[in-house]
């Protein structure tokens, strides 16, 4: 049952550096989704992808890009980042059905210095 | 979108029934009404959702006040895995919009042995 999966863990990265957060999950899931949480706060959304092929942007898109590589896989790429991106981001997907729920993945801690 | 208002924090007993209050007063005739729940260091989760009328599934019950402008989600018997930040949110079906749920703060619950 692994249902979302998110690499890494941790990271942390110097201010300027690139990296990309994995996401994947196993539940033939058509929209999948990227959120962030800062501390004391609620998510914000970052982009989401209702379906393969297709991305769109969310409350909180600047600094980064996304990539909806096959119905498994969505990825979120930080090209330079900036210690304001120091967060939690959440991977989420969800199937078919008008009130489906969204399933998460357990995060990736990434604080930039 | 509608907003939410959740008590920051709430306290109980292992083993009693805890009583979630959301007051949601502009909610619209399309809008479900979602909740997830995050436990420590782990992504949210979803608890249950509804629209009118009362519903129960085995983590928890929802009661809908008769104008929906309240709703109380209810833990019948708190254990202590049940200690987490939770949220409820608006979600609109209405006008084929995309599934971007919006997470609040929530309510922090603890629950003492």
């Known amino acids: 049952n692994a249902g979302v999966t998110q690499t890494p863990k941790f990271q942390v990265l110097k201010t300027g550096q690139s990296m990309t957060l994995q996401c994947a999950q196993d539940?033939?899931?058509?929209?999948m989704y990227w959120y962030r949480q800062d501390p004391g706060m609620g998510l914000r959304l970052i982009y989401y992808s209702a379906s393969e092929g297709t991305t769109d942007k969310g409350e909180v898109p600047n600094g980064y890009n996304v990539s909806r590589l096959n119905k498994r896989e969505f990825s979120l790429r930080l090209e330079s980042a900036a210690p304001s991106q120091t967060s939690v981001y959440f991977c989420?997907?969800?199937?078919?059905?008008?009130?489906?729920?969204?399933?998460f993945g357990n995060g990736t801690r990434l604080t930039v210095t | 979108d509608a907003k939410t208002t959740q008590p920051n924090s709430m306290e109980s007993n292992e083993e009693e029934p805890v009583h979630l209050p959301c007051n949601h007063s502009t909610i619209s005739g399309t809008d479900y009404i979602h909740w997830y729940r995050q436990l420590p260091s782990q992504g949210p989760e979803y608890v249950i959702h509804?629209?009118?009328s009362n519903v129960n599934n085995r983590m928890a019950s929802l009661a809908i006040a008769e104008d929906r402008k309240s709703s109380t989600l209810i833990l019948h018997r708190a254990t202590l895995r049940d200690a987490a930040v939770y949220y409820c949110?608006?979600?609109?079906?209405?006008?084929?919009?995309?599934?971007?749920?919006?997470f609040g703060k929530g309510t922090l619950l603890t629950v003492n042995p």
């Open positions: 539940m033939n899931h058509n929209s």
């Open positions: 509804g629209l009118t």
């Open positions: 989420a997907s969800r199937g078919t059905g008008e009130n489906s729920p969204l399933h």
């Open positions: 949110i608006l979600r609109d079906v209405g006008g084929g919009s995309n599934y971007k749920l919006t």
